[in-house]
């Protein structure tokens, strides 16, 4: 309910509950004892047509009744969307599963998202729309969606996660080797020890993303050694006058966060000692790989004191994890209660467009493919966040490159998005 009223203006008081005695909005209970319990997956959900779209709803109490029943004095909502939303919100789903995949992560695999095939449908929205419909109804009062800057319809969060710097030339001089073209390769080494590497550009991917009146937010990773599993961190080193670029950066406008090393998702002290070597306190984060063990990170990010975080999303698929195109506050399954730091979801990354493991799309397919998810954004008022790593500005990517970047951002521009930075996303939720 705390996140209901965060989508919406103005919520009116008024009674909800599962008997028909006293509220003025019934909603049937169907998950029985199903909280009580550790299993990760409840029963499958009934397909229930809601604003012309089939959604589906776990734990449906009636699923032969209306979804919704509109009478003078109530309205009664034959499906526990509270339960469902809770279900998909907390991500108990991946609290209680132990599937993980070689990166420690939660597999979109092992998600009832991809069992069900709705990992690009904002579940939870159509839910609380449901909920809104009725409060309506019975209060006689309309409800507004959340407003954003300048009457903005949704919001966008465009983000880069810095992890290389210094390796375009490695790829083409991998290639001049196994072709014997010494030559060639001895032209790349040459270059890549005198001038700078092409994928050197944060100056040039900030005037990217500011050419559509965007701010980036850069997260910057401080380890450059692998980690204990032998996974890369960082290619360059945090030098004094790396450091002075980003604070230019930030004197531009843009946003740093941190981007958390590999094992310190679940290395606390590791993650603090981090936070000082690129911001001067705790803001934003998203880890490295985009590590997440749902039972140990995030109450050590509460413990830092982060504002927010932008990890959780699946790599595999764009979509929404947690089935909701919102910030969020994380439930904490020890105390029952929101963590205090603010979940700013990724939506989109891209490595997972093209990456043989993902998607693997083509460049002219990429915006079609996002267009559908991207629209659910804007339905619901929505944050869609996007990660574009800085390498993939570089001209020779043609696959998930520059072009690709710059189709999204001006169909994001032409929607009428309002970019923001992840800390003024918070911000407007915070308040």
């Not at 109530?74 to 998909?88: E, G, K, M, T, V």
């Not at 993939?392 to 990517?397: G, I, K, L, R």
Request: with cysteine; proline share 7%.
């Amino acid at each position: 309910m705390k996140h209901f009223r965060l989508a919406y203006l103005e919520v009116p008081d008024v009674r909800i509950g599962d008997s028909a005695i006293e509220p003025g909005i019934v909603i049937k209970d169907g998950a029985a004892d199903f909280f009580i319990q550790t299993l990760a997956y409840p029963p499958a959900p009934t397909l229930r047509d809601w604003l012309g779209t089939q959604v589906p709803f776990f734990f449906d109490a009636s699923p032969g009744a209306p979804l919704l029943e509109l009478r003078p004095d109530r309205a009664i909502i034959n499906s526990d969307i509270i339960s469902a939303a809770f279900y998909l919100l907390s991500g108990w789903q991946e609290y209680y599963v132990n599937a993980r995949d070689q990166h420690g992560r939660f597999p979109y695999a092992a998600s009832v998202q991809k069992q069900y095939g709705f990992v690009t449908l904002p579940v939870v929205n159509y839910y609380f729309d449901v909920l809104k419909t009725a409060i309506e109804h019975v209060t006689g009062q309309r409800i507004r969606p959340r407003a954003w800057v300048a009457g903005a319809p949704f919001a966008t969060f465009i983000s880069h996660d810095i992890d290389n710097l210094r390796s375009a030339w490695k790829g083409p001089a991998k290639a001049a080797l196994q072709r014997g073209h010494l030559l060639d390769f001895g032209k790349l080494l040459g270059r890549h020890l005198t001038q700078p590497d092409a994928w050197d550009n944060l100056e040039a991917v900030a005037a990217a993303t500011a050419a559509y009146g965007a701010r980036s937010t850069f997260f910057v990773l401080p380890e450059h050694r692998p980690g204990a599993d032998g996974t890369p961190n960082a290619d360059y080193v945090l030098s004094p006058s790396l450091k002075n670029r980003f604070s230019a950066l930030q004197a531009q406008g843009c946003e740093l966060g941190l981007h958390g090393s590999i094992g310190t998702a679940t290395d606390a002290e590791r993650l603090n000692q981090e936070v000082g070597k690129v911001l001067d306190g705790p803001s934003g984060l998203r880890f490295h790989y985009l590590r997440w063990e749902p039972r140990l990170t995030p109450a050590l990010v509460d413990a830092i004191g982060f504002e927010y975080d932008s990890t959780l999303g699946f790599a595999e698929h764009f979509g929404f994890r947690h089935s909701y195109c919102l910030p969020f506050f994380p439930f904490n399954f020890v105390t029952e209660a929101a963590h205090h730091f603010l979940e700013i979801p990724l939506n989109v990354m891209d490595a997972t467009l093209h990456h043989p493991s993902y998607l693997n799309l083509r460049p002219e397919e990429v915006l079609p493919a996002l267009r559908p998810m991207l629209a659910e954004i804007e339905q619901f008022g929505g944050v869609a966040t996007v990660l574009w790593h800085n390498e993939n500005f570089d001209p020779a990517n043609t696959k998930n490159g520059p072009q690709q970047f710059a189709e999204l951002m001006s169909y994001l521009q032409q929607r009428g998005t309002a970019f923001l930075t992840g800390a003024e996303i918070c911000q407007a939720f915070r308040r």
